[in-house]
Structures are given as structure tokens and as C-alpha cells.
């Protein structure tokens, strides 16, 4: 019989407070607003002030769990950027695909495909109908939102776009990496300018006439934007000013006025500058003619130009942030209580996955850091986690942090600070927890008070690994120094300084150490405290008896360090990994191999066993977690999501959920499920995955690649993106036409045999349309209409020519009965312009299209009527609204005296 083994499935996400730039959204229940941004695959709202998370966008199409790849893993959200006036949300992924949410009901209106690499920058025009992305493909996508699809492909830029910016309705603005700025006519879809911006641009910004651009160098450039000159003379340089951060600028932004604008770079650097008004530029320039002139220095009239950008701009202040920067941007402007001084707030998004909300008075440049968001996620990736054992809570370490968090409200409910953690464990009562550090020190600290108990130097070198035994009585730790270190938690009395009294206080105190020949790297011991199992840096394993420390085992084999070990429940087997990427299973009861496994495609860092039985997980730098089966040595399952490198895993007592931590800073909880898995199956849908991810890829193919000299030529290409939904919607578009032909032909030839014989019996129809109990008509365009607008002409081009005539056989159905006449023409306008040449050389499509036509025209008339019909009574409407409900007062005097002078005078003529 065929064994089976229960699923796990991705079950919550947490950790993870910023993993892309923020938006601040004005809200009415708090002064300071929402910080919108990207937390992997989902967007985050948080509330600045509470600084919980109030609302959370995840399009459910977005699957993370089984996967045959890291590359079908859901990719991460990249660039966030939101309309006011729309309320509409864009969030752009690493796969370059773009989702637009309802910022009110969090659903995803619609989903936009058409780049091959990440979105780097997004920008909506000002009624909020259109959307313009950049991607790490150097092309630039006009989006059309309200018919939802591509309008154009601009492809002049040679590196990754790094700004896109709307002048007005018809010109836009982008920069790149490969230090160019454009100049785009959105009407003829043509690059009507080109200006070298540097080296690399980084980030632009326009307000008005103005565009700001950052780049490699320090001197932030000012340009000129002009519409209306003629050609080549658009974009103009005014000048530079010169930032105080050496590094690379990332961001620029206008406030909402244009009366400030604020500089970051790839540091801790936030700089404020302000635009003086004409009278101050004035007082400036006469101060520098006075001291000039106070020198004894000649001075020319023409010297100082009152339109220099450095007499225009002036800096106001610049602060430095806890870490580094992602982004920086304005939020509502609002007076400071007390004062009379205007200030205004910025939202700072830090790439240590925290943010930060500071207040600036605009005058003086005084600012204050007001609120900080990072009780949520580490600062650093996640090295090691321990379950409680009522499976109820997490413990999860980083360089500095130690968080207690609830598995069931994935909230955080302790966090203290620790040093450089590697290794922590839960004591028996779940009150206490303890922390190994880099440093060699043993942390012990208080849940329930949040306290630091005890500070032990347990290690000469890095402490790298602890673990409790099974009855709590003995923690066991290993270090750098080689050895192997046994202690006990004793009650001690310790002196009260000042007053002599003494206080009870919880200690750790060492009992046995067990010195070994090299460095130790894991130690583990068997559910029976019968077996202690250390990994050296020799790559080798030593097992000791634990009540006499005899060696018992050496187990060789792996060619580089074992970085993680466990021992089954009932100690018979021993997992080993490694950083060759190989995990081994041994015997304990003569030390042998029984299977290596090639686990990971890159260091396996972490093996548990599952309570109970011989399946186990691993965790590896290939960012995977996979559940093997143990006396099989089968791999069960591939669980896809986390973006980074898996660093710890930990298994609940039952077995039932297992908890990995990653580089990315985030925590992933898999549970598992009812649905079952079987090997045969589970390896035919991977190797169909994977599949379908290749033969997309070679749909876009060479075929449709241009190369250098052609991109020269084709600057604006169509929208086009082959994805497996694509070619799933053509297919089953080619299906539908295949059975509805059939049913037409059927129909066809049964009324030409009814026509000789009146009593012939109608046939028996397709199967599925006599079910649904539709037309065949009817069955193909419920199909068409349920592919998704943005994926509508992608997956038309799947089809072959000989379903294109079915097609157009059924639009002239459609056309001449009127059925969703803007989806039909948008159906038929687009296959005509993709098989133009095979159309006009069929005969057979001719007097088709000719019935095609005449039918749009019949429907269009029709529309013209009725929109006519109802603007003239509309318009009826409205004088009749006037006429009842506007009174006009008229003087009467003035009335009277513009009534003489309408009069008709007489003309009198002299009579000689």
C-alpha cells in the first residue's frame, strides 16, 4: 500500500515591519496618520502612533508553501505607492508583476504583467486612470487602470529605471541608471528629449517646472522643464547644489507646497532644504556684496544672479537616522502645540526593518523623533528559535534582541536586549530563557518581568550551541574553546548593597566540562539523557555516554563542519547537516551511514526530528524548508516562501506545526493539514511546475527579443507578458471554440436536413452545453469574459490561425445580437491587427468581416441615438431645474435705465 503523509501549509507570517519603501496615508482616527509599505508578499498599513498593524493587503492568487522552486516562491513587495484621490494602492514585486488594491476594502482590483526583472518605481497621474512603471529591465510600462491593460512599452533606457515622473497629462519624465534623462510624449508615444544626468541617476522628483535628480555624485541637479519651447530645449540644467552626504543619493522628494524638498542618501543622512522667497534672496546677496566689499574685494553687479538655484535653495537642517535609509517621505503638515512656528512630519523607512516618524519645524530645523515602529520584527536576520512547551510561544534571537512572541495573535510580547545571540532555549516552566552569545556568555532572562537574571562568561570564544535536557535539570552548551560545558540552575543568596540584606536569586552554576580536540559546533542530547552528541570543526561528530562522559561514537563522513544535529525520540537514529549541503542519518547503535542525502542546494543550517517518528525538517541557505521522511529517505515536501536564507527551525511537541526563521527577518509557522500527500503525485506537480515556468520563458523567446541594434529602432513596443495563466486562458479559449464550432456545424447541418425533411430529429449536442443548458454562442463568450482584461490579448495570442476563423465566426454572432459590444470590438480589433496579412489573404473570413462591420455600424448608430436621446433630456433636466429653483433680482431703477437705452430712438431729419 501506498503511503501517505499529511500536508504543511503556510499558516502565518510575522517579524517582518518594512521590506520595502513607505507611504504615509492620512487617517481620521489618528494625528499622525498610516505608514503604508511592503512586508514580503503582503502590503502592511500601520498605525504610526500605536504602532500595531492595522490593516494587511495579500492577493489570495499569491500561494506560498509547496514548490519545486525557489523561483516560485511569492515574490516579495518591492516599490508601494498610493492615489489620494482614487484611494487605489500599487505594489510592485520582484517578479515584476504590479497589483493594484482598494485601499478601503483591501481587494485586488486588478494585476498587471508585463516586466521580466523587479519593479524599481511606480507613479500614478493625477486623476489616478493611469500607472507608469520602472523596472530592472530598463523599460518603462504605461498601464492603462480603468480598461486595464499595457498602453505602451518604452524601451530607450540601458539600465534598471530609477524615477518616473508625470510633467503633465501628456509628458513624462524618467531616469535610469545608465545616467539619462527623458522626456516622454505620451500622445505619439515618442522620446522627444534626452539629457545626461550623470553617471547613474538614483531618484527624481518634479514639482511644477522643476526636476531635482541624485545620482553617485554629491551635487544634486536642477533642471528646467519647459512644454512648450521647442524641441531640444525642454529640458534645461539651472544648476547644481551640493549635498552633505558623500554617499549615493536615493531619494528626493517636494513638499506638498514646493516650498521644501528633503535629501537621503545610502547612509544615515536626512537633509532639509527650503526655497527662499524673492525679498530673502535679496537680503542674501546684499550680505554678501557688504562683505565683500567689508574685504576690500572688488565687486561686479553681474556677479550674484537672483536666479541661481543655490541662491534659490538653502539648507535648513540635516539629522541622522538610527540606520540606514530606504526611503524618506513627507506626511500631513500641521502646526506644533505651543508654538506659532509651521512644521511638518517625515516618515522614514529604514532598511533594518523598522520606522521611524520625525517632526521638523520648517523656520529653525528643529526636529524630534516622535515615534518608532519596531517592537514588531528583529533588526537583524533571525538566528536561532525555540518553542515553549505548551507550543504556545516563540523565543527568536538576532545580533542584540531577544523577542517572546504569541504563535496564536502573532504579536510580539516581550522584547530585551541580549548580545550577539546564536543559541536559546526555553527552561521548564516557560518562565525563564536562555541566550548563548558570540561573545561566549550565557544570557538568562526573566519572561515575565522582561529582566536580564543572569550573565554567565561561559566560553572563552563563541558559544555557538545549548540544549536542556528532557528533565530540565541540566543545560549543556559548546563552544570555540573546545570544550563542553555541563550546569544547573541553583538558588543563591546574594547581598543587597547598602543595606545588608540578602535576596534570593536564581543561578547558573557549572557542574562538569568535557574538553575535546577541537572547536564544537552543536551539541545535542538524546531524549533519555542516555547520549550527548557534539559536532567538531574536523566535520566529524562525537557521541559520549552523559552520566560518564565516555566516548562512544565517532561519526565521519561529511566533508565540511556539521552545523546542525538531532537525535530521533527514541534514539536510534542522529540527522547531521552540513555546509557541504549534504544531511546524513546514522545509527546509535553502531555508528553507521545509513543514507546520505543531498539535501540543499546550498548549506543546510538546521535539522529537527518530528516528536515521535523518524520524518524530519531541514532548513538550508537555499531558502528552503524541506520535510523528509526518515526511514524512506524520501523528500515529503518542499515548503517555498521565505526570500532568504533559512538560519533556524524548530518543531512543536506534537508534530504539528513547525516554525522556521530567515535572513529576510521574517517568522514562518507551517502547519499542517488534512489534505494528504503522495510521492508519485507530489513529484509530477513539481516537475509540472517547474514546466510550466520554462515554457512561458520560451514563449517570450528569442523570437520577440530585440537586439542592440533593433531597441534603436523600437523605442515603443506593445505590452506582452507569457505567463502560465496566459496560455491556460488560450487554451481554454481554444477549447470552448473547438466545441462551440462543433455545435454550430451540428446545428447547421440539422436545419439543412430539416429542410427536406421536416420530421428530422435534432441531434444529440456536446455534452457539457446541453449541462449548462447555453448556446454555443453563449458558452464561448462567458469563457472570453472570464479571462482577466489584463490577460485578454496575451492569451489571444495563443491562438493559432484556424481558431482565429472560429473566432471571427462567432464575433459576427456576437455583433449581430449585440452581446458586451466594447469586449467583442476589443476582441476583434486585436486579432486583426496580430493576423492582418493571413486575414486579408483569406476569402473565406471576407464576407464575415464584411457582416462584422456592418453590424458594429448598425450598433454604433443605435448607442449614438440613445446617447443623444438621453444628453437632450438631460439637458431638458437642467433648464427645468433652473427654471424652478434660480430667481434672478433685478434693480428696478436699473432695469428701467437699460430698457430707455434698448429703446429704438427716432431719427429726426432737418427740412431746409
Known amino acids: 500500500m501506498v503511503k501517505s503523509y499529511n500536508r504543511f501549509e503556510a499558516e502565518a507570517v510575522f517579524g517582518v515591519v518594512s521590506s520595502s519603501n513607505a507611504l504615509w496615508l492620512k487617517n481620521s482616527n489618528s494625528s499622525t496618520g498610516r505608514a503604508v509599505t511592503g512586508a514580503l508578499e503582503s502590503v502592511l498599513a500601520w498605525d504610526i502612533k500605536a504602532g500595531n498593524c492595522v490593516q494587511k493587503f495579500t492577493d489570495s492568487d499569491i500561494t506560498v508553501g509547496t514548490g519545486a522552486t525557489v523561483a516560485t516562491a511569492s515574490p516579495p513587495v518591492v516599490s508601494v505607492l498610493a492615489n489620494y484621490f482614487s484611494e487605489l494602492l500599487a505594489a510592485g514585486y520582484t517578479d515584476g508583476s504590479i497589483r493594484v488594491f482598494d485601499y478601503r476594502s483591501g481587494q ?17 497621474d493625477a486623476s489616478g486612470t493611469r500607472l507608469v512603471s520602472g523596472s530592472r529591465d530598463s523599460n518603462v510600462i504605461l498601464w492603462d487602470l480603468v480598461e486595464e491593460v499595457g498602453v505602451a512599452r518604452l524601451r530607450s533606457h540601458r539600465d534598471q529605471v530609477t524615477g518616473v515622473k508625470f510633467v503633465d497629462e501628456k509628458r513624462l519624465v524618467t531616469c535610469a541608471k545608465d545616467g539619462l534623462v527623458k522626456i516622454w510624449d505620451l500622445e505619439t508615444r515618442d522620446c522627444i528629449e534626452t539629457r545626461v544626468g550623470g553617471s547613474e541617476v538614483w531618484a527624481m522628483d518634479v514639482y511644477g517646472d522643476t526636476v531635482m535628480t541624485v545620482g553617485r555624485e554629491k551635487e544634486v541637479k536642477v533642471w528646467k522643464v519647459d512644454v512648450e519651447a521647442q524641441d531640444g530645449a525642454m529640458l534645461t540644467q539651472e544648476g547644481t547644489l551640493e549635498r552633505v552626504s558623500n554617499d549615493r543619493g536615493i531619494d ?90 509651521d512644521s511638518a512630519g517625515l516618515l522614514v523607512a529604514l532598511t533594518n526593518n523598522s520606522l521611524e516618524y520625525y517632526t521638523l519645524e520648517l523656520e529653525d530645523g528643529k526636529f524630534s523623533r516622535d515615534h518608532v515602529i519596531d517592537l514588531s520584527g528583529h533588526r537583524a536576520d533571525i538566528r536561532a528559535l525555540s518553542l515553549s512547551s505548551d507550543d504556545k510561544m516563540v523565543a527568536s534571537t538576532s545580533n542584540g534582541q531577544l523577542k517572546i512572541w504569541n504563535l496564536r495573535t ?19 516552566g516557560d518562565s525563564l530563557v536562555i541566550v548563548g552569545t558570540k561573545s561566549g556568555q550565557i544570557q538568562l532572562f526573566d519572561v515575565a518581568s522582561s529582566s536580564l537574571i543572569d ?20 543545560v549543556v552548551t559548546g563552544g570555540s574553546d573546545k570544550r563542553v560545558c555541563f550546569w544547573e540552575l541553583a538558588v543563591s543568596s546574594e547581598t543587597v548593597p547598602g543595606t545588608g540584606e540578602t535576596t534570593q536569586k536564581l543561578k547558573l552554576k557549572q557542574t562538569r566540562v568535557l574538553e575535546l580536540s577541537d572547536d564544537v559546533l552543536c551539541v545535542t542530547l538524546s531524549s533519555d539523557n542516555k547520549y550527548i552528541a557534539c559536532s567538531l570543526l574536523d566535520s ?85 524548508v524541506k520535510y523528509w521522511d526518515g526511514d524512506k529517505f524520501d523528500c515529503i515536501q518542499r515548503l517555498v516562501g521565505h526570500v532568504g536564507e533559512v538560519w533556524a527551525l524548530c518543531v512543536s511537541s506534537s508534530g504539528d506545526f513547525v516554525v522556521s526563521g530567515s535572513h529576510d527577518k521574517s517568522i514562518r509557522v507551517w502547519m499542517e493539514s488534512d489534505d494528504e500527500i503522495f510521492l508519485e503525485e507530489e513529484r509530477e506537480k513539481e516537475l509540472e511546475e517547474m514546466y510550466e515556468s520554462t515554457l512561458a520563458v520560451s514563449l517570450e523567446g528569442d523570437g520577440q527579443e530585440l537586439d542592440e541594434d533593433d531597441k534603436e529602432d523600437a523605442v515603443v513596443d506593445k505590452v506582452h507578458m507569457q505567463t502560465g495563466e496566459t496560455l491556460k486562458g488560450g487554451e481554454k479559449l481554444m477549447e470552448a471554440l473547438e466545441m462551440g464550432s462543433e455545435d454550430l456545424d451540428l446545428l447547421e447541418n440539422w436545419k439543412i436536413a430539416k429542410a427536406s425533411n421536416p420530421n428530422a430529429a435534432c441531434p444529440p449536442r456536446h455534452v457539457i452545453l446541453a449541462t449548462l443548458k447555453l448556446s454555443a454562442e453563449r458558452h464561448v463568450l462567458n ?67 464584411e457582416q462584422v462591420r456592418h453590424n458594429i455600424r448598425k450598433c454604433l448608430a443605435r448607442q449614438k441615438a440613445e446617447i443623444g436621446y438621453n444628453l437632450a433630456g438631460l439637458r431638458f433636466i437642467k433648464q427645468n431645474w433652473d427654471l424652478h429653483h434660480k430667481k434672478e433680482f433685478i434693480d428696478a431703477v436699473e432695469a428701467k435705465e437699460a430698457e430707455e437705452r434698448s429703446k429704438k430712438k427716432r431719427a429726426f431729419g432737418t427740412v431746409v
Not at 410 to 428: E, H, Q, T, W
Open 410 to 428: 502573532a504579536n510580539c510580547i516581550r522584547s530585551m536586549d541580549c548580545g550577539y545571540a546564536l543559541c536559546v532555549k526555553f527552561l521548564p
Open 783 to 849: 469563457v472570453v469574459e472570464k479571462i482577466k482584461p489584463a490577460q485578454l490579448e496575451d492569451s489571444l495570442l495563443v491562438l493559432p490561425f484556424s481558431h482565429v476563423m472560429k473566432l471571427v465566426r462567432f464575433i459576427e454572432i456576437w455583433t449581430d445580437k449585440e452581446w458586451s459590444i466594447p469586449l467583442v470590438c476589443r476582441v476583434l480589433f486585436f486579432v486583426t491587427r496580430t493576423h492582418h496579412k493571413q486575414i486579408v489573404a483569406s476569402r473565406e473570413l471576407k464576407p464575415m468581416l
Open 108 to 124: 485586488v482590483m486588478t494585476t498587471f504583467k508585463g516586466h521580466k526583472s523587479s519593479i524599481t518605481c511606480l507613479e500614478f
Open 540 to 624: 566529524t561528530v562525537k557521541v559520549f555516554f552523559v552520566d560518564s562522559l565516555k566516548f562512544y561514537l565517532n561519526l565521519y563522513g561529511h566533508k565540511l563542519p556539521v552545523l546542525a544535529m538531532d537525535i530521533s525520540s527514541d534514539s536510534n537514529i542522529i540527522v547531521t547537516c552540513s555546509a557541504d549541503k549534504n544531511i546524513k542519518l546514522w545509527g546509535l547503535d553502531f555508528g553507521d551511514c545509513r543514507k546520505s542525502l543531498f539535501g540543499h542546494a546550498d548549506s543546510v543550517m538546521s535539522v529537527k526530528f518530528v516528536p515521535g517518528s523518524h520524518n524530519f525538517f531541514s532548513a538550508g541557505k537555499d531558502r528552503l
Open 252 to 341: 528626493v522628494e517636494f513638499s506638498r507646497d514646493g516650498g521644501h524638498v528633503i535629501f537621503s542618501g545610502n547612509d544615515k543622512t536626512v537633509e532639509l532644504w527650503r526655497r527662499r522667497s524673492s525679498a530673502e534672496i535679496k537680503k542674501s546677496i546684499a550680505k554678501k556684496i557688504k562683505r565683500r566689499i567689508k574685504k576690500g574685494d572688488s565687486v561686479d553687479a553681474d556677479e550674484y544672479d537672483e536666479k541661481s538655484v543655490n541662491e534659490i535653495w538653502t539648507q535648513v537642517v540635516n539629522f541622522k537616522t538610527s540606520a540606514k535609509i530606504r526611503n524618506v517621505t513627507w506626511t500631513g503638515s500641521e502646526s506644533v502645540s505651543g508654538t506659532n512656528k
Open 455 to 474: 550573565t554567565v562568561d561561559a566560553h572563552e570564544g563563541s558559544l555557538w550551541s545549548c540544549d536542556v535536557s528532557s528533565d530540565g535539570k541540566t
